[in-house]
């Protein structure tokens, strides 16, 4: 087999994957462990979503409504949006893909962070544009360096806010002070996958920046159901646009994107408010407490406005990690972003809070971290 592969796909390293939690525990000898390093819903699914979908099981064997028509309505509404300005995805990283199918073409110029969501990346590498790649400063975006860098080139510029993997913040006025000094010709991407675990007093109001755009770059917003609604397995997510950027973005988007458990799960989950809030609720508390018991370890942790936190063990993070998943504790190491002292943690049920703190305690103590 002769293949004529183009260079940019060549040289793309395919999104690291990790192991399914039954494969971790076979090579380790393992079992009844607990994972803390996806920043899933540690509580799961809405019930009444989960009812909805197994209710919906029995019509498979037809295609799921192309136009999502119900739960973009319920978002509409939601949200206080047009059902227009709506365009919802498998997954939101599937309107990031649109967005860098309709906007970027070869050799355009993308410019994102690092550390923070690979895949705005690699959209754009499959696509043939240029990415520009911005060191965080003090663990949160550059935006001087980002207005400093932007060029006639620059299509989109990509803003995950809060930040993963570290947690931080930016507020209205520097977004907005941001904005301002823009050109109009850029798109500006901010991506709130986290944004249902910032104070609602913190939060920057999309739709105003959306319907307000003369005289301003246009601004699109990302949000995902894979973390406070817990439906991660489901893949849906949608981006808040503009209308004429939303109707661009349906000319790529495949027919019957969004799957009929999907459309229905979270439909159900939207009308599921006690789970809503009792996920944010649990979640804002249990951070709290995990980060007093980590500094009472000697470690430092990081403030955050997301379903995580940075930990800095003061030693390796990687030997850490192994150590702690030979104790059935799973996170994430830092190394790879970055900061080889830092550990990434999600905040977990209370029984699972408690074993990771015994954990952690256990093995720093055998490391001589602390």
């Not at 009844?32 to 009444?48: Q, R, T, Y």
């Not at 355009?108 to 544009?129: A, C, N, W």
């Not at 319907?211 to 406070?228: M, Y």
Request: some cysteine; aromatic content about 10%; hydrophobic content about 40%.
């Amino acid at each position: 087999m002769k293949l004529n592969i183009p260079e940019n796909i060549a040289e793309i390293i395919p999104y690291p994957p990790g192991k399914p939690l039954e494969e971790l525990e076979r090579e380790y000898g393992i079992s009844n462990s607990i994972k803390l390093a996806s920043n899933e819903n540690p509580w799961g699914p809405s019930p009444k979503a989960v009812a909805a979908i197994e209710k919906s099981l029995q019509g498979l064997h037809r295609y799921p409504d192309g136009s999502s028509f119900y739960l973009t309505e319920a978002l509409a509404r939601w949200l206080g949006a047009g059902m227009d300005e709506i365009v919802l995805g498998n997954g939101s990283n599937e309107v990031i893909e649109f967005l860098v199918k309709t906007f970027v073409r070869p050799g355009d110029e993308v410019i994102t962070s690092h550390p923070s969501f690979l895949m705005y990346q690699k959209f754009v590498q499959v696509r043939g544009g240029r990415n520009t790649v911005l060191p965080l400063k003090d663990m949160q975006h550059d935006l001087e360096a980002i207005l400093n860098t932007v060029s006639e080139q620059t299509r989109l510029i990509f803003l995950d806010n809060p930040n993963n993997p570290c947690g931080t913040f930016f507020s209205t006025k520097r977004f907005d002070d941001f904005l301002q000094r823009l050109p109009e010709s850029v798109i500006l991407v901010l991506d709130e996958a986290y944004a249902d675990f910032v104070e609602q007093k913190l939060r920057i109001d999309i739709l105003s920046y959306i319907r307000k755009s003369e005289g301003i770059p246009a601004v699109v917003g990302l949000r995902t159901f894979s973390k406070a609604f817990g439906l991660a397995g489901l893949r849906i997510g949608f981006g808040l646009m503009h209308r004429d950027i939303a109707d661009l973005l349906h000319r790529v988007r495949q027919p019957f994107n969004i799957n009929l458990p999907a459309q229905i799960g979270a439909l159900a989950a939207l009308s599921d408010s006690d789970h809503y809030n009792s996920t944010l609720n649990k979640t804002r508390s249990g951070r709290q407490w995990l980060s007093e018991q980590v500094r009472q370890l000697g470690c430092k942790p990081y403030p955050s406005h997301t379903n995580f936190f940075l930990i800095d063990v003061c030693g390796d993070a990687t030997r850490l990690f192994e150590s702690m998943l030979h104790k059935g504790v799973i996170v994430r190491s830092m190394k790879a972003y970055g900061y080889p002292d830092f550990i990434r943690i999600t905040v977990g049920t209370e029984a699972e809070n408690t074993r990771f703190v015994k954990s952690l305690a256990e093995s720093l103590n055998e490391l001589s971290y602390v």
